[in-house]
């Protein structure tokens, strides 16, 4: 059974750094066509996909915030992290990971972690 | 990035109707195209990708159809537990990119 769970603060003041864990069981980021997303939602609006990471380090981001993101991996300990800088108001969301697969025919999110509510304020 | 609007954005049915999303994009992305159903207050669930293809374990009332820009979900027969928001992603090239959302609420 696969399963996720997202870690990290809940409060962060504007300009500071978002650190957020997803530690999953379940699967291994090192197998192929397997990996780990990260996607975004701000209370009341739609699901943005921000970050990937797939096995041997491949990484995507949302160009739109390439700037201040970064994925990493750690195989040992079965965690992804996110780390997200200068953080602002409007990146009040509730952040999921979700577990990553492409199959020849498709690729999907699936399952994925409960998520967790992060706000930024003063 | 690939643009992709659901109609309607939202909707209001009857236990047992049947109902029909739609997904456009504002270019080709063959069948690459998730459906998600999302509860308040709970993570999304991933109903069907690759435009047709029924995720493990969802009911078979629902149904995905559509390649190149123009996609479908179809809920058969409408249950209590079915009354949620739907989003649509386009997974054929980066950024992966949702759809606004559908809410179905209850007539």
Known sequence: QITL???GPTLVKPTQTLTLTCTFSGFSIT???VGVGWIRQPPGKPLEWLALIYRNGDKRYSPS???RLTITEDTSKN???LI?????????ATYYCAHRRQEIIGNYFGPWGQGILVTVSS | AIQMTQSPS?????VGDRVTITCRASQGIRNDLGWYQQKPGKAPKLL???????????PSRFSGS????DFTLTISSLQPEDFATYYCLQDYIYPLTFGGGTRVEIK
């Open chain 1, 5 to 7: 769970k997202e870690s």
């Open chain 2, 10 to 14: 939202s909707l209001s049915a009857s």
């Open chain 1, 65 to 67: 915030l390439e700037n």
């Open chain 2, 66 to 69: 559509g390649s190149g820009t």
């Open chain 1, 84 to 92: 997200m800088t200068n953080m602002d108001p409007v990146d009040t």
């Open chain 2, 48 to 58: 069907i990708y690759a435009a047709s293809s029924l995720q493990t374990g969802v």
């Open chain 1, 31 to 33: 197998s192929s066509g």
């Open chain 1, 79 to 81: 965690q992804v992290v």
